[in-house]
T-cell receptor, first 115, second 119 residues
Framework: AQKITQTQPGMFVQEKEAVTLDCTYD???????LFWYKQPSSGEMIFLIY??????QNATEGRYSLNFQKARKSANLVISASQLGDSAMYFC????????????FGQGTRLTINP | GAVVSQHPSRVICKSGTSVKIECRSL??????MFWYRQFPKQSLMLMAT?????????EQGVEKDKFLINHASLTLSTLTVTSAHPEDSSFYIC???????????????FGPGTRLTVL
């Protein structure tokens, strides 16, 4: 079974609009961390935001926020006021268990911002 | 954020040759580094976990004799693709954990990747 599911292969959004990228996860471990990365066409993986399973509040980093719904096992990334430079692949990832090191990635969502 | 470098960024080689890719953590010490492979339009696939001073842990299906990993210091891990063939052509990305808590929240920072083309 997929540990991380990103159901949107591609998204097209008008510049300055907000966009939500979906991510659902599957784990039975109470301790886990959820990450979002951005991969532009250059290939580098850029860390955006992190949410811990025990965090009481949704994580925010500038224009990025994470809509964490623990009971639904979802961790959607919200980008506010999208910009042309936000066009990229976005990956959701999870690390599960205390002391765990491996990240498991979803299949990614290609976001295109239209002018 | 922490900086991870990778060298070379792009390499083209002939079939049968070996290629070495270096991954360095520039501003922190990384006891654990990771090597990923990414095919076009696909997600990252973990190949192996590299631990400083010990043998790497390979994921199922990854040939350890073909993909040699050495983590000789706290800031350097190398991946050597031995006797490369065209099917080894791919985008290889390394990452390193910035150790803060030792828990699930420690962030992995990625290098810029190496595009390998085997002719």
């Amino acid at each position: 079974a997929q540990k991380i599911t990103q159901t949107q292969p591609g998204m097209f959004v008008q510049e300055k609009e907000a966009v939500t990228l979906d991510c659902t996860y599957d784990t039975s471990d109470p301790s886990y961390g959820l990450f979002w990365y951005k991969q532009p066409s250059s290939g580098e993986m850029i860390f955006l935001i992190y949410q811990g399973s025990y965090d009481q509040q949704n994580a925010t980093e500038g224009r990025y926020s994470l809509n964490f719904q623990k009971a639904r096992k979802s961790a959607n990334l919200v980008i506010s006021a999208s910009q042309l430079g936000d066009s990229a692949m976005y990956f959701c990832a999870m690390r599960e268990g205390v002391g765990a090191q491996k990240l498991v990635f979803g299949q990614g969502t290609r976001l295109t911002i239209n002018p | 954020g922490a900086v991870v470098s990778q060298h070379p960024s792009r390499v083209i080689c002939k079939s049968g040759t070996s290629v070495k890719i270096e991954c360095r953590s520039l501003d922190f010490q990384a006891t654990t580094m990771f090597w990923y492979r990414q095919f076009p339009k696909q997600s990252l696939m973990l190949m192996a976990t590299s631990n400083e001073g010990s043998k790497a842990t390979y994921e199922q299906g990854v040939e350890k004799d073909k993909f040699l990993i050495n983590h000789a210091s706290l800031t350097l891990s190398t991946l050597t693709v031995t006797s490369a063939h065209p099917e080894d052509s791919s985008f290889y990305i390394c990452s390193a954990i910035l150790p803060r808590t030792g828990g699930a929240g420690d962030t992995q920072y990625f290098g810029p990747g190496t595009r390998l083309t085997v002719l």
